[in-house]
Nanobody, 124 residues
C-alpha cells in the first residue's frame, strides 16, 4: 500500500522560504509521478506543480513559476517543493499526490493517492 506524508509547513513572513517534503512509502518514485496541490477554505484544490516519474519533466502554474521549485531524491524516495519569496496569497494547506506510471499533471482526478496535507501560513 502506498503512503504519502507531507511535512515542512509552518508560519513564515512574506518574502520568506519553506521547503515542503513528500515522503513516499510502498512504491518507488521511479514509477510514481508526484503533484503538489494547495487549497484554501471555500476554494477548490488547485494543482501548482508536478514532476513525472520516468523523466525530469516538471510543470508549474504561472502563480508560482520562478518562486517554487520541485525536486526529488530517489534514495530517500522523497519529493520536495522549495518555496521562495512566499506571499500571503500562498497561504493554504499543501498536499502531495501520487500517480502510478502516468505522466504528471495538475488534474486532481489523475492521482490515486494523497497525503494528509501540511499548513503553510504567510503573514504580511
Amino acid at each position: 500500500q502506498v503512503h504519502l506524508v507531507e511535512s515542512g509547513g509552518g508560519v513564515v513572513q512574506a518574502g520568506g522560504s519553506l521547503r515542503l517534503s513528500c515522503a513516499v512509502s510502498g512504491f518507488s518514485l521511479h514509477h510514481y509521478s508526484i503533484g503538489w496541490f494547495r487549497q484554501t477554505p471555500g476554494r477548490e484544490r488547485e494543482g501548482i506543480s508536478c514532476i513525472t516519474a520516468h523523466d525530469d519533466d516538471t510543470y508549474y502554474i504561472d502563480a508560482v513559476k520562478g518562486r517554487f521549485s520541485i525536486s526529488r531524491d530517489f534514495a530517500k524516495n522523497t519529493v520536495y517543493l522549495q518555496m521562495e519569496n512566499l506571499q500571503p496569497e500562498d497561504t493554504a494547506v499543501y498536499y502531495c499526490a501520487g500517480r502510478l506510471y502516468g505522466r504528471a499533471n495538475t488534474n486532481l482526478a489523475a492521482y490515486d493517492t494523497w497525503g494528509q496535507g501540511t499548513q503553510v501560513t504567510v503573514s504580511s
